[in-house]
C-alpha cells in the first residue's frame, strides 16, 4: 500500500467516462468531487443494471410462480453470492440491509438487545462513527450492561495498550471500525479481534470506510459480524451488508418481522424462516440489489488493490499540496500509513466557510463532525474539512482543491471592510 510517487496505478481518464456526473460543472468549474467517503459516485454499468431490472426483470422475489419472479430471484441470489464471493464469506451470513446503520442497529437490536444484562460489557472506540456508538450506548441504557472506550493517541491510532488491558476482562462484544472516516486510520482488525476472542468477547466490525477500497476477507479477519454500505463503493443508495457467522444471525433476534421472514404463522404464534431471510422482512430493494451486483462487477474488474494503492497515490500527494498552501493542520497518522482520507483544518477559519469557498470552484469536500463526535473532542477541534479520494479522482483534482484553499487563505488574510 505503499505510495508510489507519479506512478500510473489505474487508467483513471478511461474510468471516469464511466462517470457521467463527472462531467458536471459546478460553480462554473469542473467537478472535483472530494467526498467519496460519504457517498461514492456512480459508473453508467450500475445505472443501467438498476433500469435493465425495471425494463426486463421486475417482479417480487421467492414467491412468485413465473418467470419475471425468477429473473428477480435469480439477480436477488446471485448479488448475495457475488457480495459474498466480494467480502471472502459464505452467502448464508449475508444479510441485505440499507446501509451500514442498519446492519449495526440489527445486531444490536436483535443480538445484544437479546443477549446482555447487568454485569456484562461492550467495548467500542473513541473514533467510531455515530453508527457504531450511538447504538451500543442504546443497548448500554436499555439491558443495563457496562460500555468502555478504547482511546484514540496522540497519533489517530487505537491505543492498544489500552485495548489489551480492557480486553483483559471478560467481554461480550468488541465494535470497532476497520478504517477510520475522519483520520484514515487503519485500524489493526485482526488483532483486535483476536484480543476480543480472547475475553470471550465476539467482534463486530464496521467495514464502511474499508470494503469499497480494499480487499476484505471477513475468514481472515476471524470477525462475527462486518457491516457495511453498497452506496459507497459505486452501488445505489439504500443498498447495505450486514455478514454474521450463520450460528450467531441464528441466535439474532429479527429486527423487523412482517412477510417473507416465517416459517410458520399460526393465530398463536410464529417461527422464522432460516436465516439470513429471517432478517429480510417485506419486499427488499432487489434494484438496489441489481445496481450493488454490477458495482462489484465492476470493482472486480478493477482489482481491490490498485484502487487502493492509487488513492493512497493520491493522499500522498495531497499531503504535499496541502503543506505547500500552509497554515494547515492535518489530522491522523502519518499519510505513508492510510488510504484516500484527510482531514485538515485551515488555521482560524472555519471548517463551514472553507466548504463554502471550494465549493464556489467545483470542489467538493465534506466540512463538520463526521458524525464522530466523540473523536472530535479527543482532537480538541469542534469540526474538521475531509478530503476523500476513490477511483476516479485525479492529481489535477487535488491541484483544483490547493488553488481553492490558496484561496480560502488570501480572503482570510484580507482586511474586513469597514463596517
Ligand atoms: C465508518 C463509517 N461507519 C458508518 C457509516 C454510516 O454509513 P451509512 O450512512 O451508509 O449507514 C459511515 C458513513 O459515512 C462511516 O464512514
Redesign the pocket.
Known amino acids: 500500500m505503499s505510495p508510489v510517487s507519479g506512478a500510473v496505478l489505474l487508467p483513471v481518464e478511461r474510468l471516469r467516462r464511466d462517470f457521467p456526473i463527472l462531467g458536471e460543472r459546478i460553480n462554473g468549474h469542473p467537478l472535483a468531487y472530494l467526498d467519496s ?3 461514492s459516485q456512480k459508473p453508467q454499468v450500475v445505472l443501467d443494471a438498476i433500469t435493465d431490472y425495471y425494463r426486463a426483470a421486475n417482479a417480487n422475489v421467492h414467491r412468485g410462480a413465473h418467470a419475471l419472479a425468477e429473473r428477480a430471484t435469480d439477480i436477488f441470489e446471485t448479488a448475495r453470492e457475488r457480495v459474498a464471493r466480494f467480502i471472502d464469506a459464505d452467502p448464508q451470513g449475508v444479510v441485505f440491509v ?7 442497529n440489527l445486531v444490536a437490536y436483535g443480538w445484544a438487545g437479546h443477549h446482555l444484562g447487568p454485569g456484562d460489557r461492550l467495548v467500542v472506540t473513541e473514533m ?5 456508538f450511538v447504538p451500543w450506548q442504546e443497548v448500554r441504557d436499555r439491558t443495563g450492561c457496562e460500555l468502555a472506550m478504547i482511546p484514540v493517541d496522540d497519533d489517530g491510532r487505537l491505543d492498544l495498550a489500552a485495548a489489551a488491558r480492557l480486553l483483559e476482562r471478560p467481554t461480550r462484544l468488541l465494535a470497532v ?6 483520520l484514515g486510520t487503519v485500524n489493526p482488525v485482526a488483532e483486535l479481534v483476536a484480543m476480543a476472542h480472547r475475553s470471550g468477547a465476539l467482534a463486530l466490525v ?5 470494503v469499497p477500497h480494499r480487499p476484505v476477507s471477513v475468514r481472515q479477519l476471524d470477525a462475527d459480524f462486518y ?6 463503493m459505486l452501488g445505489p ?1 439504500g443498498t ?1 451488508v450486514l455478514w454474521g457467522r450463520p450460528e450467531l444471525l441464528e441466535a439474532t433476534h429479527p429486527f423487523l418481522t412482517g412477510g417473507s421472514m416465517i416459517s410458520v404463522v399460526t393465530p398463536e404464534r410464529t417461527t422464522w424462516t432460516e436465516v439470513p431471510h429471517k432478517f429480510e422482512a417485506g419486499t427488499p430493494d432487489i434494484a438496489g440489489a441489481a445496481g450493488l451486483l454490477a458495482a462489484i462487477e465492476y470493482l472486480e474488474g478493477i482489482g481491490l488493490a490498485a484502487v487502493d494503492a492509487h488513492e493512497a497515490e493520491l493522499a500522498h500527494y495531497a499531503m504535499e499540496v496541502l503543506s505547500e498552501v500552509g497554515d494547515i493542520t492535518c489530522y491522523g497518522p502519518p499519510v505513508s500509513d492510510r488510504p484516500g482520507i484527510l482531514s485538515f483544518n485551515v488555521r482560524g477559519v472555519h471548517p463551514h466557510d472553507v466548504g463554502t469557498i471550494l465549493d464556489r470552484a467545483g470542489v467538493a469536500v465534506r466540512a463538520g463532525h ?3 463526535q466523540p473523536l472530535m473532542r479527543r482532537l480538541g477541534v469542534a469540526a474538521t474539512v475531509r478530503a476523500s479520494f476513490y477511483l476516479y479522482n485525479t492529481r489535477a483534482e487535488v491541484d483544483a482543491l490547493g488553488a481553492a484553499l490558496t484561496d480560502v487563505r488570501r480572503i482570510f488574510a484580507e482586511p474586513a471592510p469597514p463596517a
Open positions: 467517503a460519504a457517498t440499507r446501509n451500514t446503520t442498519e446492519g449495526i467510531e462513527h455515530h453508527s457504531n471500525t476497520h478504517v477510520s472516516n475522519v464496521d467495514g464502511a470506510q474499508a457491516a457495511f454500505s453498497g452506496h459507497k443508495t447495505g463526521h458524525c464522530c
